[in-house]
């Protein structure tokens, strides 16, 4: 069954999940923003945890003084490098704490990310609103440097409301209908230059031996190898068990990055795969989960009988 996007409804004054955006043009800007959001919370007894690079962490600790102390901050350019972590982690902070209402600051879509990173903060984003619906009471307030924004990432577009330089909170209608939009359309295609192999069952040790061979010529550690070899058996099974038997591995470097791009004819229902813990009993979606833990980035798409699943694995 597709798990929908949430119904929109307003902000002010509902008690479960609320999720807003702000655009800083300077340092000044994102402290104002980020600072009074933590003190209100911190006056009224929530737990409160800010998510952000370590640059924004030092000037929020700065103006917070001895209020500091009382927040927990996490440096998001480790834990959200692959976006597909940060739902979880919200998600363990929920758990500890069901008796307390939660406040959340989080910047996935940080200064330095490349393309593919960018489109993947956009899509978490997008899917916090189907992760956190029906939970709450949670708050969580997003800063996007302006410097960031383009056509195609727009805070608009996957927030209910967003606050914008007049000192105004604006609403925009279609914020639902993103993260589901998203995850129907492809990827783009691999380069001409890519190499690709067919697979099925009977060729899975011969493509990791491929992937193992390309990755230690381009310097890889031992360690990561193994990462990205027990990433892509899970991803490539996942292909003979639910996608019709049989698969294609795209191959190639770019921008110091081994980039593997599995695509079959299945299907994916789920928009939070790999981003929840399915249970032990569960099928399907473990594989996935491996993949987000052990890969630097991890694109899925599906939809109309195509699902691809994008490996990223930083060289340097």
Known sequence: MLIDSATERQHRGHAGFQHDAFVYIDDEEFVRQTASFVRDGLESGEVVLAALPQSQIKLLRDDLGTDADEVTFVDITTVGRNPARIIPLWRELLVKHPDSAVRGIGEPAYVGRNEAEFEEAKLHEALLNVAFEYAGPFRLRCPYDASVLSRDLDPTDNHPLVFEHDGEWRQKASWAEVAREIFRTPLPAAPPYAERK?????????????????????????????????????????????????????????????????????????????????????????????????????????????????LHTRLD
């Open 198 to 310: 067919e697979f099925g069952l009977t060729d899975l040790t011969g493509i990791r031996a491929w992937v193992n061979r390309t990755a230690q010529a381009q310097g890889l550690s031992f360690d990561r190898i193994d990462d990205l070899a027990l990433a892509l058996h899970e991803i490539c099974t996942n292909t003979i068990r639910f996608g019709g038997g049989r698969g294609t591995l795209s191959l190639w470097i770019c921008d110091r990055l081994l980039i593997c791009d599995v695509e079959d004819h299945g299907r994916i229902d789920d928009l939070l795969v790999g981003r929840v813990l399915p249970p032990l009993d569960g099928v399907g979606g473990r594989g996935v989960w491996l993949a987000n833990q052990l890969c630097d980035l991890v694109q899925i798409r599906s939809g109309g009988g195509f699902t691809q699943v994008r």
